[in-house]
């Protein structure tokens, strides 16, 4: 039993010996990864990266030689938790920064990164990448923070100036059609109860005749000096946006009252209709712009719901008086959608070649028998059902030739089949209104 006992008790020695030597090698891992940051600063060191060793247990930072280009502090700063609390020139956004920094080392964090715009001896602000790793002692518990602080002014300035560029409409300078429905549907999302949004849709009149007319770079100069008219005379209160082409949003926001965003309109219509533009060779341009205006909340909720009746409102401009802005009108839209579905069914019925045709009988006064039948057009679309509208778009699309050839052949197919079924003498005659404009060619009857 002695000999069991000692055997188990040399099991454990072992052991022992075996953990302090992976202790040892651990230490020493620790060691060589220190090393190898300070060696990878020294690598960053044409970046001018700052590189430290922040020890908590000590309360005292060391940086590289880099913190003196940076700042007119020493390389070695003791009780640096007093430093942080002291600093005049901390922000009290760094100081909690940095404190919440320290306790995660404490709490063993790995890893950390932190963007913070620091002051520089030079009197600017840069904005500085801080990076910092947790090491720990042999027994685990963190004791130092290692890192870098990397000046990453110029990449910031990059990325703002290429977040800036996504946002613009690099023509004009105005903020791009994303940029400003962003804004516009964040603008809608934080109104107030009783607060106005208007949406102002515009576009210049006849701006194909100044491309056709001058070449396409007085045109851009054109849509150049608009831009320019629109920043001049819109108010604080509101965005201006290039959709594309020649068209413009602006979104009027923060106001109480619409007879407010009407007194700005008034100004800045006649602003434009003041306006010419001296062209590049040397004559003048009077600047024509058609604009429509559609209101939060009585004519929609949403800025796509806005947009769309601001253009309706802004094409009825155009149809109506070019160079006048108008206010969306809900029965005007109506009846637009109701034509527009008009049209869209008489075009329908021409494709699929879908009239219908009744027939009418014509009685003899001499014994009253059906002795001939007169086709009738009789259209049994969804919305189009009348067969006086189907002439009337017919005259408007210049289709008349289609109703003529449809109503020639289908109308005597018709015709022909009710005579097979039995249901009109074979003897019957068939009278056809033709239109007296329209002729049928040769190959129509092939």
């Not at 155009?318 to 006048?324: N, V």
């Not at 050839?405 to 015709?415: G, N, P």
């Amino acid at each position: 039993m002695y000999l069991v006992r000692y055997h188990h008790l040399g099991i454990e020695i072992a052991q022992a010996g075996q953990l302090r030597t992976t202790r040892r090698e651990l230490t020493s891992v620790r060691r060589d990864f220190r090393l190898t940051v300070e060696q990878y600063a020294l690598i960053w060191k044409h970046e001018k990266t700052i590189t430290f060793e922040w020890n908590l247990r000590d309360d005292w930072i060391r940086f590289s030689r880099e913190w003196t280009y940076y700042f007119d502090q020493l390389e070695h700063i003791a009780h640096f938790h007093q430093y942080i609390t002291e600093c005049r020139k901390l922000t009290p956004q760094h100081k909690e920064t940095l404190f919440s920094c320290m306790d995660k080392i404490r709490r063993g964090v790995a890893y950390q990164k932190y963007e913070l715009i620091l002051p520089v001896n030079t009197g600017e602000e840069r904005w500085f990448e801080m990076c910092v790793i947790t090491q720990t002692d042999d027994q685990d518990a963190p004791f130092f923070g290692i890192g870098t602080l990397s000046d990453i002014t110029d990449r910031k300035r990059e990325l703002n100036q290429l977040e800036t560029e996504t946002k613009m409409d690099l023509f004009t300078g105005l903020l791009n059609k994303a940029s400003v429905e962003r804004f516009g549907e964040s603008m809608l999302a934080d109104l107030r109860n009783g607060e106005i949004l208007a949406s102002l849709m515009l576009d210049m009149d006849d701006f194909k005749n100044v491309n056709d007319r001058y070449g396409h770079p007085v045109g851009d100069f054109v849509l150049k000096e608009v831009a320019q008219i629109l920043r001049q005379y819109a108010p604080d209160r509101a965005r201006i946006g290039r959709i594309g082409g020649d068209e413009f949003i602006v979104l009027f926001y923060g106001y109480d009252r619409r007879d407010e965003i009407r007194q700005v309109l008034n100004r800045l219509s006649e602003a434009i209709k003041e306006r010419t533009a001296l062209l590049p060779n040397g004559d003048t341009m009077r600047i024509s712009i058609s604009g429509g205006i559609a209101w939060y909340p009585e004519n929609g909720r949403d800025l796509a719901t806005l947009k769309k009746y601001a253009d309706f409102a802004m094409y009825q401009v155009k149809h109506e008086a070019k160079g006048e802005m108008g206010e969306f009108d809900i029965g005007a839209y109506n009846q637009e959608v109701y034509a527009a579905q008009l049209r869209r069914e008489f075009l329908q019925m021409l494709r699929e070649n879908s009239a219908d045709y009744h027939f009418q009988p014509i009685f003899s006064a001499r014994n009253g028998r059906a002795i001939a039948y007169e086709a009738l057009m009789r259209p049994e679309m969804p919305t189009l059902r009348s067969p006086l509208t189907v002439m009337k778009l017919a005259r408007e699309l210049n289709r008349l030739y289609d109703i003529e050839h449809i109503t020639l052949f289908k109308a005597s197919s018709a015709f022909e089949k009710l005579k097979e079924r039995g249901l009109i003498r074979e003897d019957s005659l068939l009278f056809i209104n033709s239109i007296a404009s329209v002729s049928l060619n040769d190959t129509d009857w092939r």
